[in-house]
């Protein structure tokens, strides 16, 4: 191959066309990988990887979304709305393995280098510092942190929030209706943001067009122009909308599945139901100033949010999409919710980071050539504070690598279709094969008990039992022990009789 075909083919991979597929490959391939690592290494857990995984494995043999990691006959409807999560059930009739749902996972995030390009794009140009900040996005610690969390719907909110500021960016009517039906599809919560992006489709109105390949574009507010009827209905459409499907769900669609109704309002700052918390927020307003920033925990995350970029998102009214998430997050009484860490902060990222190239654009002329002269020095803070939160992650779960050595061996002593009660880092390995659930979520007869002794919490909240209660309580129901590798035990039931199909395959409830 000459020197000039494999200068053809680099232009090509980083070209304007090009680029997003480059990185929308890569990053699926990196983040696939990564995930597929950590489930070999025994890291991956149940909580949310396994709950996910039963559901979407029954959506893919077109049963109804019992996951019994959850409890007994307990239907996913019962817990989060995300109908989206559908999208992943064709994966295993491709693959039917766990795996292939981190893999599905790695795409969606990927997914997110062509709305971000384009956006980038029509700010910046096509400059090697562009396309630089797009895969800075997607690699930086709060997207890492996604993929460092096994599998969650809330993923999907990653490209489809950036879907979503890209057409209201365009005043694309169309992308912006099909980007924010999809949200709304992700979780109940997003309804409240899809009203906000009602709101700023109103009363900010940018009125931009993709610029010629190779040129930036001018300023977001150069060519204001009248609202339509077109975009009142669609303004309209969306505050009405968004909050008309949280009500629904909240209020009907999850009670009519969960017997205790929605658990996830967890306010009791603003009250005891949304309609007692509009009321606090219109009459103390300054409750949900201080709750999103007091204690000094939550101005941590904040900083660590908007200091890689520079504090730009705040110029920008693409920021004020970020407050509902983080509003839910701060005000919420479960305090891990306010901590930088899983899931929870890639979707807050993607708009920041987007509102901070609007931001950008919005800065006096000679801030823009000060910054401008210096990228190296700002690129090398930027991906020091960044690449920090990865090597935290990273750093969070090598300690436990070596105790995954032993599952395999335990678990591979498990036959299938047998009833298992299994330990939050071991259950997510039966659930192909097994009705698996966790210690004191289920009320079932059980064939085995597993056991890792590596961790102190066999099951997470609600039940939160440590390993050495569920091996006590196995003991006392008369189990046995019948294996030990490393810290990994196995218990039999004094009553075992063999595997039973019907009421203990994978599909059972």
Not at 47 to 75: N, S
Not at 255 to 274: E, K, N, R
Not at 435 to 443: F, I, Q
Request: with cysteine.
């Amino acid at each position: 191959m000459t020197g000039r075909s494999l200068r053809s083919g680099w232009s090509r991979l980083i070209g304007e066309r090009g680029f997003p597929w480059t990185v929308f490959i890569t990053v699926s391939l990196v983040y696939g990988a990564y995930s597929v690592l950590r489930i070999q290494l025994h890291l991956a857990t149940a909580y949310d990887l396994g709950i996910f995984d039963q559901a979407v494995w029954r959506y893919a043999h077109f049963q109804a979304p019992f996951v019994t990691l959850k409890g007994d006959a307990y239907t996913i409807w019962a817990d989060h709305f995300h109908p989206i999560i559908v999208l992943w059930a064709p994966l295993y009739w491709v693959w039917d393995d766990v795996r292939a749902l981190v893999i599905g996972q790695a795409l969606v995030i990927g997914a997110a280098a062509f709305p971000v390009w384009r956006f980038v794009r029509r700010r910046w140009g096509t400059s090697p510092w562009a396309k630089a900040f797009v895969v800075y996005m997607l690699v930086a610690w709060p997207v890492f942190h996604l993929a460092d969390f096994d599998v969650h719907e809330i993923a999907f909110a990653v490209p489809l929030l950036a879907w979503v500021i890209d057409a209201v960016d365009r005043r694309s009517v169309r992308a912006l209706l099909i980007s924010a039906g999809l949200l709304l599809c992700v979780r109940e919560d997003m309804g409240v943001l899809v009203f906000v992006v009602g709101v700023i489709w109103l009363l900010w109105r940018p009125g931009a067009s993709d610029p010629p390949a190779g040129e930036a574009a001018k300023p977001p507010w150069f060519r204001e122009r009248p609202l339509t009827r077109v975009d009142w209905a669609a303004g309209v459409g969306l505050m009405v909308g968004g909050l008309a499907v949280f009500a629904l769900v909240t209020m009907v669609v999850i009670p009519h599945f969960a017997p205790d109704g929605y658990q996830y309002w967890d306010y009791p700052a603003l009250g005891a139901t949304p309609g007692a918390a509009l009321r606090t927020l219109l009459t103390r307003p300054w409750i949900l100033v201080t709750g999103l920033f007091v204690p000094t925990m939550k101005v941590g995350t904040w900083l660590l949010l908007l200091a890689p970029v520079g504090f730009l998102s705040l110029r920008s009214p693409y920021a004020l999409l970020a407050l509902p998430i983080m509003a839910e997050r701060m005000l919420a009484a479960r305090e891990f919710l306010w901590q930088p860490i899983f899931h929870y902060d890639a979707p807050v990222w993607i708009v920041l980071a987007l509102a901070a190239v609007d931001g950008f654009a919005r800065l006096p002329a000679s801030w823009r050539r000060r910054l401008g002269s210096r990228p190296i020095l700002v690129a090398a803070l930027a991906g020091v504070i960044a690449l920090g939160g990865i090597a935290a992650a990273v750093q969070r779960w090598q300690p436990h690598v070596k105790d995954g050595t032993g599952m395999g061996a335990a678990l591979a002593a498990i036959p299938a279709n047998t009833c298992v009660v299994a330990d939050n880092h071991a259950a997510v390995f039966l659930t192909h094969t097994n009705r698996v659930t966790v210690p004191g979520a289920s009320t079932h007869r059980q064939d085995f008990v597993v056991i890792d002794f590596a961790w102190p919490n066999s099951s997470p909240p609600p039940f939160s039992w440590t390993s050495y209660r569920t091996y006590d309580e196995a003991i006392a129901q008369g189990f046995t022990e019948v294996s030990r590798q490393d810290a990994i035990a196995v218990l039999q039931a004094p009553d075992y009789t063999g595997p039973d199909p019907a009421a203990c395959g994978p599909g059972a409830r």
